[in-house]
C-alpha cells in the first residue's frame, strides 16, 4: 500500500507536495520520492523526513508528482523509490500497485533499446510512455495507449517535462481521488493530502484515467470515452481520510480482509502445474525438498498463526511440524541440524524474541525463512529465504489483516511444500481453487458486519468471556480472545474445547459467556456436544457456524454465520467475525481500539 500525490497549480509545488506526503506517511515509510518538472526527481530512503532534507524550501516550481513506498518489488534503496523515469529523463511516474506483466514488457522494451535503471515493476510504465511519445503521440494519448499494454493494479499520476502543467492519473484496484480546487487541481491516493487545499473531490473507478491541468480536468474510460461525474464535498479532518472514512484504522484494516488475500496471492498460484510460486523461496527450494522437520516460531498473533501451519503442513504437506514462541525459543537447547527448516512470521520483522530465535536457528545450522509483511525489515534480511504477505501497513496495534494475510501465505507453503513431496494433483487442484474463493467469502462476512455490532453490543456488559474451537480453530479460538482482551481489557481465555471438562468448564455459569468456533468440519459433532455442556451450566454462548446449519439453532440463538470451505482455510473465515466481535465490544465501552493501553505495536526489545 504505497501512496500517491500530484500537484498542478499556482503554488509551491515542493513544499505543496512534501505536506501532502506527511499526510500519507501512515501508507508506508520505506522510501519517499518527488518529481519537479524543473527540477528532475529527488529520492530517499526512510520516511519524509529524510527526503525533506534534499529539497530546497525556496524553490519555484508549480507542478509534481511525489511518492511514499511500502516496498513490495525490490528493496527499499534510492534506486528503487519513486518517481521512476524513462531513458530521456522527460517521463516519470509514480505508481501504487503492481503491474503483473512488467517481466514481458521490460524484455519487449530491452529489446527496442531501452535501458532500466531500477529492479521495480513501475519503472516499465515510464519507458512504455517514452516509446508511444516517439511514435508521435502528444503525452494524454502517450499516457491511454501505455495504460491499455499494462495488466494489474495501480493508482498512478504520470507527468512529463514537455506538457509540466499536465498531469495523468489512473486506477486500477488502486485507489485514486481527484482533488479539484480554485486554479489548483491534485490527484492522491486518498483525501487526506488534498483536504488543506479543497474538499471537493472526485473518486476515479477502476478502468479510468484522468488528466487535470491548473484550470480544468478530465475523465475518460481507458478505451477512451469520456466519463461525466459530479464531485463531491467531504468534511472528513484528514484523520478521517486517512482511515477512509473507518472511525478506526483496526476497522479500516479488517475491512481490508478481501484485497489483502487477493495481494497475498497474486502471481503466486499456478492453476494448471498446481503449484505455488514463490520466488522468495528459489534460492532454497532444492534444501526445502530435503527437510525433515519444520520449527515455527512467533509471537502473539503471528504465533497462533503458526498453529494454523502446524495443522496444514502436517496433513497436507506430511512434514512433522512443532510451533514456538519466540520468547521461549531462545531459551531453551533447540535441537536442530540442517535438515530443519526455522520459519519465522511476523508482521513487523522487527519483533526482538523472534529476531533472536532465528539467529539461534542459523547458529545451530538450521534453514531460516520468514512469512514477513516488512520489507528489507531485520527478519527478511537475516532469514535465508521468505515470502512477503503484502498486506501494507497495519498501523492498528491489535494485528487482524496481517494474521489473515499469514495464513494464506501458510497455504501457499504448504501448496509448495507439499508439491515437491506427496501432495496429489486433486488435493493441490482443491487448495488453489479455495484459496481463489477466499476474498469474496471474506467480503460476504464483512457485509454482515451490523448483525455481528449488534452481538458486541449484547454482549458488552461481560467480565469474562471463554473462546473455545477444535482441530484448525483451536488457535483460533486464542486468538479470538487475545484480540478481545487485548482492547476492551476484558478477561477472555481461549480454551481447546476438549479440555473444557479437565478445568475451564468450572467457571462456567450464567454470567460466563462462551464464543464457541464451530464451522461444519470434521469436529462439528465434538465441539457441538461441548456447547451442550456449557448450555448445561446456563453458560450464555455465542457461536460462528457454517452457513445453512440449523442444528446450532437448537443450541444457542446467538449465531453469526460463515460461509464453507476447506477445512485448512475456514480459519480465516472464523477469524474475521472475531476481529469484528472484538472490534465493536472495545468500541462500545469506549476505549481507543487503535491504542490499547500499555502495549506497542512492535516489540523490539524482550
Ligand atoms: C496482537 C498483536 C501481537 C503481535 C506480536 C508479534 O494483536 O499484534 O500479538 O502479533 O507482537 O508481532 P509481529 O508479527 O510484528 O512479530
Redesign the pocket.
Known amino acids: 500500500m504505497c501512496g500517491i500525490f500530484a500537484y498542478t497549480g499556482k503554488k509551491q509545488a515542493g513544499v505543496t507536495l512534501l505536506d501532502g506526503l506527511t499526510s500519507l506517511e501512515y501508507r508506508g515509510y520505506d522510501s519517499a520520492g518527488i518529481f519537479l518538472p524543473e527540477r528532475g526527481g529527488i529520492r530517499a530512503v526512510g520516511a519524509v523526513g529524510n527526503l525533506k532534507k534534499k529539497i530546497p524550501t525556496d524553490f519555484e516550481g508549480h507542478s509534481g508528482i511525489a511518492h511514499l513506498r511500502w516496498a513490495t518489488h525490490g528493496e527499499p534503496t534510492e534506486d528503487n523509490a519513486h518517481p521512476h523515469r524513462d531513458c530521456t529523463s522527460d517521463v516519470w511516474v509514480v505508481h501504487n500497485g503492481i503491474i503483473e506483466n512488467w517481466k514481458e514488457l521490460k524484455r519487449d522494451l530491452e529489446s527496442r533499446g531501452h535501458v532500466f535503471l531500477s529492479e521495480t515493476d513501475t519503472e516499465v510504465m515510464a519507458h512504455l510512455v517514452e516509446q508511444e511519445l516517439s511514435d508521435g503521440k502528444d503525452f494524454e494519448s502517450a499516457a491511454r495507449a501505455a495504460l491499455g499494454r499494462i495488466r494489474g493494479t495501480y493508482g498512478m499520476a504520470i507527468q512529463s517535462r514537455a506538457e509540466p502543467d499536465v498531469i495523468v492519473g489512473a486506477r486500477m484496484g488502486a485507489p485514486v481521488v481527484l482533488g479539484l480546487g480554485d486554479g489548483e487541481n491534485f490527484i492522491a491516493s486518498d483525501p487526506s493530502p488534498i483536504l488543506k487545499h479543497t474538499r471537493t473531490v472526485l473518486f476515479l473507478e477502476d478502468g479510468e484515467m484522468a488528466v487535470i491541468r491548473p484550470n480544468s480536468y478530465k475523465i475518460f474510460k481507458l478505451g477512451g470515452d469520456t466519463v461525466e461525474r459530479a464531485a463531491q464535498e467531504v468534511d472528513w479532518s484528514p484523520e478521517e481520510a486517512q482511515k477512509g472514512g473507518y472511525e478506526h484504522f483496526m476497522l479500516k484494516e479488517i475491512m481490508e480482509g478481501p484485497e489483502v488475500i487477493k495481494n497475498t496471492l497474486r502471481g503466486r498460484l499456478m492453476f494448471e502445474e498446481g503449484m505455488a510460486k514463490l520466488g522468495g523461496l528459489e534460492s532454497v527450494k532444492d534444501e526445502l525438498a530435503k527437510i525433515e522437520r519444520i520449527i515455527i516460531v512467533?509471537?502473539?498473533?503471528?504465533?497462533y498463526a503458526g498453529l494454523v501451519g502446524e495443522y496444514m503442513l502436517e496433513e497436507h504437506a506430511g512434514i512433522p511440524v512443532e510451533v514456538e514462541l519466540g520468547s521461549e525459543f531462545r531459551y531453551r537447547k533447540p535441537v536442530l541440524n540442517q535438515k530443519t527448516m526455522l520459519l519465522a512470521?511476523?508482521?513487523?520483522?522487527?519483533?526482538a524474541d523472534?529476531l533472536e530465535a532465528i539467529r539461534e536457528g542459523k547458529r545451530k545450522g538450521a534453514i531460516t525463512v520468514g512469512i514477513v509483511?516488512t520489507v528489507g525489515s531485520t527478519i527478511a534480511r537475516e532469514t535465508d529465504a521468505g515470502v512477503y504477505n503484502h498486506a501494507g501497513p497495519e498501523i492498528g496495534?491489535?494485528?487482524?489483516k496481517?494474521l489473515v494475510s499469514q495464513i494464506t501465505a501458510l497455504a501457499l507453503l504448504t501448496l509448495f511444500l507439499g508439491r515437491q513431496r506427496k501432495m496429489s494433483d486433486s488435493d493441490a487442484e482443491e487448495i488453489i481453487s479455495q484459496l481463489s474463493l477466499l476474498p469474496e467469502k471474506v467480503q460476504k462476512i464483512l457485509d454482515n458486519k451490523a448483525a455481528i455490532e449488534a452481538m458486541a453490543a449484547k454482549y458488552s456488559d461481560s467480565r469474562d468471556f471463554l473462546y473455545i474451537g477444535r482441530k484448525y480453530n483451536y488457535p483460533i479460538a486464542f486468538e479470538g480472545a487475545?484480540?478481545l482482551k487485548?482492547i476492551s481489557y476484558i478477561h477472555a481465555e481461549g480454551c481447546g474445547a476438549g479440555e473444557m471438562k479437565h478445568g475451564p468448564l468450572a467457571m462456567i455459569d450464567e454470567k460466563f459467556p462462551t464464543m464457541a468456533i464451530a464451522p461444519s468440519d470434521t469436529v462439528y459433532e465434538k465441539l457441538a456436544s461441548n456447547i451442550q455442556e456449557i448450555r448445561a451450566r446456563r453458560g450464555p454462548v455465542v457461536a460462528v457456524a457454517t452457513e445453512g446449519n440449523d442444528d446450532i439453532l437448537s443450541y444457542t440463538k446467538d449465531v453469526i454465520y460463515v460461509p464453507e470451505t476447506i477445512e485448512m482455510l475456514q480459519p480465516i473465515l472464523s477469524v474475521v467475525p472475531l476481529q469484528l466481535f472484538a472490534y465493536y465490544l472495545a468500541h462500545a465501552k469506549g476505549f481507543n481500539v487503535d491504542r490499547p493501553r500499555n502495549l506497542a505495536?512492535?516489540?523490539t526489545v524482550e
Not at 496495534?397 to 487482524?400: D, F, I, M, N
Open positions: 512467533g509471537c502473539g498473533t503471528a504465533y512470521i511476523s508482521q513487523s520483522g522487527e519483533t523472534t509483511n496495534v491489535a494485528s487482524t496481517a487475545l484480540k487485548e505495536k512492535s516489540v
